[in-house]
Each structure stands twice: as C-alpha cells, then as structure tokens.
C-alpha cells in the first residue's frame, strides 16, 4: 500500500537562509539530527541517523540519497525508514508575510509497522518544521526527542513577576483561565483533585468534531503545582496518559513556573507541542502579571 503525507509551514526567514538549514551538515546537527553526511547534487547523499532520528537508524542503515536538489526552490531524497522505502519532497515558495511557505511530501510505500502509521509521519514533519523554525529564529526553543528515551517529554519554563499565590489563581480561576487558556471556549473548573477542568475547545480535525485539551485535575497543591489530564488532540480516544503539570517555585523576579507535558507514548508524538505551549506560557505570564479583570470573560466555577 503506498499513501502520501502532505503538510506545510510558512517560517519567518527568507527561501536561501531556509535551505542553507537544510543542506549545511553544522546547521543540520544543531537542530535535525546526531550524525549527517550531506551532498549537494542529485544522486549525492542525504544521510542522517542516530538519536534524534525517527526509527534511530545506524550509520549502516542511513542510506538516503538526494533526488532532487534546487537551491531555494526544492530538495528531494528517498528514506528507508522501519525498512520501508519513502520518498520526501520539501518545495518552498515565497509567502505573503515576507517569509517562506515550507511545504512536505511525504509518499510512503509500504507498511511502517506499529500503532497510527499516518500520525507517525504527520508528528515527525510538525517536529521537524517547528525545530528548523526555533533554529532560524535563534536557536532557542530547538527540542529534539531521544527516540530511545522510553518517557519522552515536553519541559518548558519560564519567570512571571508575580508571586505564587498570582500565577496560581491564574491556573485556576475560569475568568484568567479564559483569558490565556480557554480560546474562546466556556471554561469549567471544579478546584480539587477528581474535579472538572475543561477549557471548551472545539474543532474539527479531518471532518470529525473534537472535544480536546483536559478534562480533570489529577494533583492539586496551593500555590505549588496543579496536573491535569490531557486528551488527544485528534480526538483518537485509544491514545491516552497524557498530563500538564504547572509547578510553581518563588524567585527572587516572582514566580519560576515549570510546564512538563508527559505520559507519550513515543517521542515523535511530541509533535508540536514545544512550539505551541511557550505561546500559551506568555499568555499566561500576561495574565498572572496585569491581575484577573472578568469583564466580558465566558467561565463558570463550579464549586
């Protein structure tokens, strides 16, 4: 059976700093993989292996090849992956905004072994565009999972200048809750261990409605740490274990808070969470910083 994975991203940098990051052997080992071995014509190698690498291949077994090679335009290579042969086109196009629209094609030829085949390949390429960003951006923000780390997870911290008591009711108050967290949604919270935390999102992913983001707390410690459960983001309810933990520590600046989303399955289900939650984070430091106005804000607590 063969099928095809398309996705795209527009990046921020311009088409010829895109693909210098994706053909420079330094800049690929700073945010796509352990070891590379990378030509610059087609029928010349693409190899990369080790770690960082979907199905942790050796050296042995990176035998990619380029297929095609357009500075700024094109790179093609083929990809042996679990054994199987798939083919990878990455096209860029100017975009609208100034940056570069970074599109994926992805046609795999045969059967990848394991649980949800098409996620597989649909997180390995969101990890990947989100890493080649934070790279292009800086450097900061560059998460690359050990595929061998059996508990994978994502861990981000940051410093809000308000004291604990602050950040904390901003983790729990619907109105603050609306604000950074609830996109619009109606936000319910029951404030003890067992009790609902739901945010109300809504959506569709491929024609099917999704109830997503958490639905209880699991811990509970004033002013420390507060874990809730995590849903599937697609909606698949076999994929389950997910938590966020928020742990609250005082500084000196106010309030060191560490987000740590666990219980992956896999490391490529990290997907693009490491991209995602520092922006949800900033939204929240906004919000525990400037106070709880509930003037407009859909919420509801329900205790």
């Known amino acids: 059976m063969t099928w095809t994975h398309e996705y795209a991203w527009t990046i921020p940098a311009p088409s010829d700093r895109l693909f210098a990051a994706l053909t420079s052997p330094e800049a690929l080992r700073r945010w796509f993989a352990e070891s590379v071995e990378i030509g610059t014509a087609v029928g010349g190698p693409y190899r990369f292996w080790g770690r960082y690498t979907l199905g942790?291949?050796?050296?042995?077994?990176?035998?990619?090849?380029?297929?095609?090679?357009?500075?700024?335009?094109?790179?093609?290579?083929?990809?042996t992956l679990n054994g199987t042969p798939t083919m990878v086109t990455l096209s860029l196009a100017p975009a609208d905004d100034g940056g570069t629209r970074l599109s994926v094609r992805h046609?795999?030829?045969?059967?990848?072994?394991?649980?949800?085949?098409?996620?597989?390949?649909?997180?390995?390429?969101?990890?990947?565009?989100?890493?080649?960003?934070?790279?292009?951006?800086?450097?900061?923000?560059?998460?690359r999972p050990d595929f061998a780390d059996p508990a994978p997870e994502v861990r981000i911290a940051i410093v809000i200048e308000a004291p604990p008591a602050a950040v904390f009711?901003?983790?729990?108050?619907?109105?603050?809750?609306?604000?950074?967290?609830?996109?619009?949604?109606?936000?319910?919270?029951?404030?003890?261990?067992?009790?609902r935390f739901e945010l109300g999102w809504k959506y569709q992913i491929e024609g099917k409605d999704v109830q997503g983001g958490p639905t209880k707390i699991l811990?509970?410690?004033?002013?420390?740490?507060?874990?809730?459960d995590w849903t599937d983001w697609r909606g698949d309810p076999t994929v389950t274990g997910q938590t966020i933990a928020f742990e609250l520590e005082p500084v000196a600046q106010g309030t060191r808070v560490t987000l740590v989303?666990?219980?992956?399955?896999?490391?490529?289900d990290i997907s693009d969470y490491p991209f995602g939650w520092p922006w949800f984070l900033g939204k929240l430091r906004?919000?525990?910083?400037?106070?709880?106005?509930?003037?407009?804000?859909?919420?509801?607590?329900t205790s």
């Open 56 to 79: 942790l291949p050796t050296a042995a077994l990176a035998t990619q090849r380029i297929t095609r090679f357009e500075p700024g335009r094109a790179l093609g290579f083929d990809w």
């Open 107 to 143: 046609e795999v030829r045969g059967p990848l072994g394991g649980i949800r085949e098409r996620e597989l390949i649909d997180d390995w390429w969101r990890l990947v565009f989100g890493n080649l960003a934070m790279h292009l951006a800086g450097g900061e923000g560059v998460l």
């Open 169 to 195: 009711r901003a983790l729990l108050e619907p109105e603050a809750l609306a604000r950074w967290f609830g996109q619009g949604g109606t936000v319910s919270v029951d404030p003890k261990v067992g009790g």
């Open 219 to 228: 811990e509970l410690i004033p002013d420390r740490r507060l874990v809730v």
């Open 261 to 268: 989303h666990a219980g992956f399955v896999r490391p490529v």
């Open 286 to 301: 906004d919000v525990a910083e400037a106070g709880v106005d509930p003037g407009g804000v859909t919420g509801r607590r």
